[in-house]
């Protein structure tokens, strides 16, 4: 589940005006105590670093022909996609 930027502020900002723990300030919102100390240290969340390609049919076809017993992880090293 993703929290808005605005949710992760207020958060962040009532436990200092409050003076409360990372465990009671997750307890009064209701959210588990890692994403208050993920967003202690980085509020904005990472950019996606994933790369959306597609495969050619074709290309995998032939892939697979002639590595017919090759793992996944190997066919995707080929290909660039994991």
Not at 71 to 80: D, M, N, P, T, V
């Amino acid at each position: 589940m993703s929290y808005s930027i605005d949710f992760r502020r207020k958060v962040i900002f009532t436990m200092e005006e409050e003076g409360l723990s990372i465990r009671g300030t997750a307890k009064q919102f209701r959210i588990g105590s890692a994403f208050v100390l993920r967003w202690i240290n980085q509020i904005e969340p990472k950019a996606s670093t994933t790369r959306h390609r597609k495969i050619d049919k074709s290309e995998l076809i032939k892939d697979v022909e002639q590595y017919p017993d090759a793992y996944q992880k190997e066919r995707a090293e080929r290909f660039g996609v994991c």
